[in-house]
């Protein structure tokens, strides 16, 4: 699919998806507008891309995870709920989850994003997978999508220890992944080649050749978590303008 081009792409087939989904919509333009990517959209004019789906979808999640960690750990402290929830709704598990239903050849692109395969960019499909729970909510409600999450993730509920805070380099890994596609780059770009020195070496974190954070510790490997740690920041700052400006429109 991903060689065609955009006004050749065939109509995806809704009924093995819906199947795949659990889930049978009444209203399928719903599910139709969830796999229109922005790249394909951009390329019609009457045709809406499923960005404000995703702007929904990304809320909903958010409430029926927290409700179904809510009901399974009563023993867990905001803490650790909070810890969970990021864990399944971050891009890295979304795009697993699309994984799961398959759902790369569903998805419409444009020319461009068909070209450099974006039906297997993990951005673009945890991206997806928000649309179609903001349109299973606006099609079933919010106990639709509830049913669906449940499904999905009780392997997890029934867990009975609470989750562990991830190493700051593995986090900011996957979220380039998914960004991306690619991965994050270190360099030690300073030592004092002083034994002991708490501030012997300086590592910088770079991500798509942009610097995006210095760590400075004892050991390089210290050092990586450091600017790891600092990027992150700079993701968080990132992601919460991203939620200002759909949040605007």
């Not at 080649?193 to 991500?207: L, M, N, P």
Request: charged share 30%; aromatic share 6%.
């Amino acid at each position: 699919m991903s060689g065609r081009e955009a006004n050749e792409q065939e109509a995806p087939d809704l009924d093995e998806l819906e199947q795949r989904l659990g889930y049978r919509f009444r209203d399928r333009a719903r599910l139709q507008n969830a796999l229109q990517h922005s790249s394909w959209a951009n390329e019609r004019k009457d045709e809406a891309s499923n960005e404000r789906l995703e702007f929904l979808g990304d809320s909903v999640l958010g409430i029926a995870v927290a409700h179904a960690l809510y009901e399974a750990h009563p023993d867990w402290h905001e803490g650790e709920l909070t810890l969970a929830l990021q864990n399944l709704v971050d891009a890295p598990s979304l795009a697993k989850l699309a994984g799961r239903w398959g759902l790369g050849p569903f998805l419409r692109l444009g020319r461009t994003e068909q070209q450099s395969k974006g039906e297997q960019k993990p951005g673009i499909l945890a991206d997806a997978v928000e649309a179609i729970l903001g349109a299973i909510y606006l099609d079933g409600g919010l106990e639709a999508v509830a049913r669906l999450i449940r499904e999905v993730i009780k392997d997890q509920l029934v867990t009975g220890k609470a989750p562990m805070q991830r190493d700051p380099k593995t986090r900011l890994q996957e979220w380039v992944m998914a960004e991306t596609g690619g991965f994050p780059s270190y360099a030690c770009i300073h030592d004092s080649e002083v034994d002991g020195d708490d501030a012997r070496f300086t590592v910088q974190v770079e991500i798509g050749g942009e610097p995006w954070g210095e760590g400075v510790a004892r050991s390089k490997r210290l050092a990586e978590r450091g600017a790891a740690t600092v990027a992150l920041e700079r993701v968080d700052r990132l992601m919460a303008e991203r939620a200002e400006d759909e949040a605007s429109r």
